[in-house]
């Protein structure tokens, strides 16, 4: 499964699927949208038995390398708001990484809903 391009959502709210790759710490790519505000949901479908991590590092690649440490654990679900930061100057995030350090092909449920 490759990178999943939530990038121009052609209808919002947005859900989508995809899961982690079928080996522990290597990192599945969320690509998000880079102009408006947007408020995205991330759920951990098996959250029963497998974990899930989050991390916003920018230079982490499609299934490569998980990161060794600064990361969220995603127990149930994570909401969060992404978009351009005008008055910090901050860059938005542009992906987001998904990994699980003990288990394989977590899967994941993520949705994007337009801020007005």
Request: proline share 5%.
């Amino acid at each position: 499964m490759a990178a999943l391009d939530l990038s121009a959502p052609s209808t919002l709210p947005l859900v989508a699927w995809t899961a982690t790759p079928g080996t522990a710490n290597l990192v599945r790519l969320v690509t998000l949208p880079t102009s408006g505000q947007y408020q995205v949901i991330v759920h951990n479908r098996d959250r029963a038995s497998k974990n899930l991590c989050l991390s916003t590092d920018q230079t982490l690649t499609d299934g490569g390398a998980a990161p060794a440490n600064v990361f969220l654990s995603i127990d149930d679900h994570y909401m969060f708001t992404i978009g351009q930061n005008r008055a910090s100057g901050i860059a938005p995030l542009t992906q987001l990484a998904f990994f699980s350090t003990t288990a394989t092909a977590v899967n994941i449920e993520i949705m994007i809903n337009e801020i007005r």
